[in-house]
């Protein structure tokens, strides 16, 4: 199983991107999955996660601006991000709790994805 993280890039301060990350191999289920980021410098954080029933829940300083998302089949999720600030600035790695076809329950980071928000 593996998780590839895309949609990073360089934006203004207030623009918006999307990043996707798209779990592939031999997936039975999904559960949850979630978005994290780290700045430099700092620790890796949590911005958002999401059920697979499609329950979103957001750290409290990215409520309003970020938007978590999934396909289920597509094993794909989203973050939907807005009016980018300067602070927002970081690689973003997406994590997933999946059950492979043969084997147990284990979680999954992606490689991350590198978000400048720099005018």
């Known amino acids: 199983v593996q998780l590839q993280a895309s949609g990073g890039g360089l934006v203004q301060p207030g623009g918006s991107l999307r990043l996707s990350c798209a779990a592939s191999?031999?997936?039975?289920?999904?559960?949850?999955m979630a978005w994290y980021r780290q700045a430099p410098g700092k620790q890796r954080e949590l911005v958002a996660t999401i059920s697979n029933g499609g329950i979103p829940n957001y750290a409290d300083s990215m409520k309003g601006r970020f938007t978590i998302s999934r396909d289920n089949a597509k094993n794909t999720v989203y973050l939907q991000m807005t009016n980018l600030k300067p602070d927002d600035t970081a690689v973003y790695y997406c994590?997933?709790?999946?059950?492979?076809?043969?084997?147990?329950?284990?979680?999954?980071w992606g490689q991350g994805t590198l978000v400048t928000v720099s005018s």
């Open positions: 191999g031999s997936i039975f289920s999904a559960s949850t």
């Open positions: 994590w997933a709790s999946i059950l492979p076809v043969r084997g147990q329950w284990d979680t999954y």
